[in-house]
């Protein structure tokens, strides 16, 4: 437990909770990344009552559960089927196989909850076909089935199948998903996964978040899975996490439908990483980029090498994604226990940050993140299959100038103060993860959070810290304006973190406390997705000062990221 405290407090030190650029589900739930266990990738097809009490028990004894990973997730295939797809309770909702779980789901919920454990379920959109067929009343109402149900249309249901579409111009279709809402919150749900989302099934999620908000129980609202990118913002105003891609598993096992082990192999994984820049902008806190279950825990079996499982936990990590364990916790391994319980590598996940991609060449990747006491978190990985690959990272690409003191985040050791850059020599699948701590700490003011005359807070080109930049009007006169506090008067060194994606100079005036101190050129940076500094120096008055940046041509300013002052 002391172990748990300290890694809170970490975590409390590095949680920065911008306002996001897009809105974020305001449910008040996962203002981290939620953290557990799920059923599908080892237990698969045959979850039962007796598989999920012993995975719950070693969550405890494992002591994982003491470093944040509480839920304990029921995914697919607790259902009872017949011929025409699943068999329904009295008011056409899925009954639950009890040869599978004699006790009931209430029963199991309490178990988990027993435990200090938080219970997680799943369900896909849709009413039932036999639900339709046998025109069950909708609980509550005197609506039935058939008035709900659009029996033209079926939605993607992967184990059962025979799931019609809702009409949700009727209001019965809204009563009857509240009506399981209400049954999942009696029985004590946590987290609910709806699986099968996509483009196309918009008004069912949204059908879903007001059900859950209305039964009046905190449930982490789950989507899955490959959600496309177009929709992520109502995906990020409807729930707290979405999958990005297909499952990670790569189906290759030796069992029925390639259950058993290996659960997945390095090209599952290496292929978040594409992913993950590419949907870096929409996490923050309420809302996060799932990038699947974790598969740690039983060694090399699950299909990667310990190179590999460092890396895996490390990118999803740095992604701030959920960290839902997916392997054997009744047969952890000595080394993915010690990799799944470092408070470092916790801390990382837990920040409230996701991560970008600054280094993208060939095999050889490098990640970073600031956290919000000015510390740098840094990942080089190596992501071939054969041969050793040298990564290296300057701290201007990082985001910041002179030296900083390294941290080994794997092994926890001190590497001194690093002057400028940063290189490491990986094994293929390799990763080195590091905390930098500038020495000169500056405080940084975001300029999205700052005021804006004539542009807006956007976040449509990649590289930008917090959560987006400012892009001014093309007009003379537009600015921002930071306001900037400091302990005493003096000098100040000033660096604005800005992109000019033009060819052309785009200069602007500096004004500290209404008074023009200087003119700045910000000369093109090749692209509006690469980001340069102008560092400066500026007197500053004891207390709150203002300093404005206007655009001084018709062409405004360039994009301005933010101001660090020294």
């Keep these: 437990m002391k172990a748990l405290l300290a890694a809170l407090a970490l975590v409390a030190t590095c949680l920065t909770l911008p306002a996001a650029p897009a809105a974020a589900s305001d449910n008040g739930l ?28 070693a969550l405890v004894s494992s002591g994982l559960a003491d470093k944040g990973f509480v839920y304990i997730n029921l995914d697919d295939f607790y ?10 309770d009295d008011y056409g909702r899925w009954a639950v196989d009890t040869a599978k779980f004699p006790s009931g789901i209430k029963a199991l919920a309490d178990y988990v909850h027993a435990k200090g454990l938080k219970f997680g379920f799943y ?22 089935a058939q008035d709900i149900a659009d029996t033209s249309q079926t939605h993607k249901n992967y184990n059962c199948k025979n799931m019609y579409r809702l009409k949700y111009s009727h209001p019965g279709a809204q009563a009857f998903i509240n009506s399981w809402a209400d049954q999942m919150a009696s029985w004590g749900v946590d987290y609910l996964k709806i699986d099968g989302a996509d483009a196309s099934t918009v008004a069912d999620v949204e059908a879903w978040d007001k059900a859950l908000r209305q039964t ?35 189906y290759c096992g030796p069992g029925p439908n390639g259950s058993g082990y290996p659960l997945t192999d390095w090209s599952h994984v290496v292929s978040r990483f594409t992913s993950a820049a590419s949907w870096q902008q929409y996490a923050g806190p309420g809302g996060w980029n799932d990038y699947d279950s974790l ?32 392997t054997d916790l009744t047969a952890l391994t000595s080394v993915d226990l010690a990799m799944l319980k470092n408070d470092r590598l916790i801390a990382v996940d837990q920040d409230g940050v996701a991560a970008d991609r600054i280094v993208n060449s060939g095999v050889k990747q490098v990640w970073r993140k600031r956290e919000a006491n000015g510390d740098y978190v840094v990942a080089l990985y190596n992501t071939g299959t054969s041969g050793n690959s ?8 990082v985001g910041f100038t002179g030296p900083a003191a390294v941290t080994n985040l794997w092994s926890g050791a001190s590497e001194g103060t690093v002057s400028s850059s940063y290189s490491a020599t990986l094994r293929p699948g390799e990763t080195r993860l590091i905390r930098a701590r500038p020495a000169a700490s500056a405080i940084r003011y975001e300029a999205e959070n700052a005021t804006i005359s004539q542009g807006a807070a956007e976040s ?19 600015y921002v304006e930071f306001t900037v506090n400091a302990a005493e008067a003096g000098s100040r060194t000033v660096t604005i973190r800005y992109a000019n994606g033009t060819s052309v100079n785009r200069p602007m005036a500096v004004a500290v406390n209404g008074a023009v101190a200087q003119t700045r050129d910000f000369p093109g940076t090749g692209n509006w997705d690469a980001w340069a500094d102008s560092t400066f120096t500026v007197s500053l008055n004891a207390g709150a000062n203002t300093v404005r940046l206007t655009g001084t041509t018709a062409n405004g300013g360039p994009n301005v990221d933010f101001l660090d002052v020294f």
Aim: glycine fraction near 10%.
């Design 30 to 57: 996962s203002i981290r990344p939620a953290m557990g266990w799920s059923s599908w990738s080892f237990v698969r097809r045959w979850p039962d009552e007796t598989k999920m009490k012993a995975q719950a028990d």
């Design 79 to 88: 259902q009872k089927c017949d011929s025409n797809g699943f068999v329904v």
């Design 123 to 144: 369900v896909t959109p849709g009413i039932a076909k036999n639900a339709v067929t046998a025109n069950k009343p909708i609980e509550g109402t005197s609506y039935h």
């Design 216 to 250: 009046g129980r905190p449930i982490n609202f789950a989507l899955s899975n490959n959600l496309p990118i177009a929709q992520a913002t109502t995906w990020k105003r409807l729930a707290n996490s979405w999958r990005t891609q297909g499952d990670v598993e790569c």
């Design 295 to 326: 598969q740690i825990g039983n060694g090399d079996q699950v299909g990667l090498t310990a190179d590999q499982r460092r890396s895996h936990m490390t990118h999803w990590a740095m992604a701030a994604s959920p960290l839902l364990l997916g």
């Design 390 to 397: 040298t990564v290296s990272v300057t701290w201007s690409q």
């Design 460 to 478: 449509n080109h990649a590289g930008y810290s917090g959560t987006g930049f400012v892009n001014a009007d093309n007009v003379t006169g537009s």
